[in-house]
């Protein structure tokens, strides 16, 4: 089930949040908490009903093995580090089977020339977000930094479906308390208010910005055989700003869902197109994920405590592990193999003493960010060269027809004066559409710093009802949010 669907919408979301509030004013906590879990489970296998017994069976694995780990092991006959090593290998054998198998299988044919038959199997939504949720809470019960929480909450925990199928990240020191906390069973009508107004904002986020950008963005990489300058920029800005649109429109979705049941998740952007280094964008960007990266990863690699070869060794496993994350893809592991470059570099240049100019600075993060994003999204290496390269061929430059008069003595240099996007579809519409993302992303204030100025008056609730009855009028195509397929 969609965000962006009239069944959520109209249907789901407001029966789930009557229905919720009805049996805990008839006291019935347990029951409405259940009922919640119930709900949660219905709109996972909305989608498909035979995934539910995969999160139903990880869920009950990893409570139990969490609780083993959170038991006094001193006369136990299997060590603690035993049972937390079976636990994350068996977490990590699930994703691997499903995310992962057909890549694995694709490349020893490659090597070895066989010709071993593929599962092709069908990615269960939210896999790798549930998975490395419940990765981090077995790290930590072996570190005894968890409670012995009961079962319904930690199902609430792991199934709560605003962060459900595509996060944010969730981490139990942040959700198990509002869980079981009494003082969120009660009806918070301001709660209820900026949970709209930031569903609304991320509605619009996804239905009006990032499936304008789609078309382009897949017109570009899939379709059109050759890209001229100005395409392929208008190429791979579109995915640019249709990956930060639609995913940071699905975590608004999901905080302002949340906010309807008095539970807060954590932020996920911080406006990452504003960074002015590759280490603030990550401070930015995805920052559930981040975390997850810097405390289970790169932390327990030896971090920053080792000598510095060791430290940019621990910085490129982290982001290549990161990448393979992402996506069973040779272009993703490249993606997360730049990133852990440019933060080697960046390590490097601070080092040394090094500084830039803001400006500049700014430059070269957005440029690296918006080029590296080419890789993440191109099916294979072939496409990502083709808007490469056209991003760099200064002899292939196409100019609206309308400047021909004023400017046809360029056509002695190879300028063309035609249909400017031909290839990708859009004409002046993708370069207006781009300039108003830039002004949105780079000027305006994010959800968060929105809602935490919110003033709940007649200009909050014309504001919210404009982004709301646009969004649901936009509805016109069914479009699925990017990170679903992660």
Known sequence: MLFNSYEYIFFFLPITFFVYFFLINKRLIIGAKGFLVFASLFFYSWWNPIYLPIILISMLFNYMVGNILNKDASHARVSKKSILTFGI?????????????DFFI???????????????????????????????YLVDSYRNE??????????????????????PIVHHKEMMPQFASRWNLVK???????GLFIFS????????????FSTWTTNG??????????E???????????????????TDMAIGAALLFNIRLPQNFDSPYKAKDIQDFWRRWHITLSHFLRDYIYIPLGGSRVSEPRIYANLLITFLLGGLWHGAGWTFVFWGFLHGIALVIHRVWNKLGFTMHVVL??????NFINISWVFFRAKDFSDALKVLEGMVNYKHIVLSEKFIHKLSFLQTYGVEFTNITKHIGGGSSVLNWILIAFILSLTFKNSTQLTQSLKFNFKYILFSSFLFAYSILSFNKVSEFLYFNF
Not at 232 to 250: E, I, K, N, R
């Open 221 to 230: 990489f899939d379709y059109a055989q050759s890209l001229n300058m100005i």
């Open 188 to 194: 918070r009508y301001k709660n209820i208010a900026a």
């Open 361 to 366: 600075a700014w430059f070269i993060t957005f």
């Open 106 to 136: 694709e490349n020893f044919n490659y090597v070895w020339n066989e010709n071993v038959g593929l599962y092709n199997l069908a990615l269960p939504l939210g896999i790798s977000f549930f998975t490395f949720q419940q990765i981090s």
């Open 232 to 250: 392929a920029w208008a190429t791979s800005l579109s995915y640019t700003f249709q990956l930060y649109f639609d995913f940071s429109g699905y």
């Open 201 to 212: 904002i991320g509605l619009f986020k996804k239905v009006v910005i990032a499936d304008t």
């Open 89 to 101: 290998v068996s977490n990590i054998a699930l994703l691997g089977y499903f995310k992962y198998a």
């Open 146 to 167: 968890t409670k012995e929480y009961d079962f319904l909450n930690y199902a609430l925990f792991v199934t709560f479906f605003p962060q459900l199928i595509a996060g």
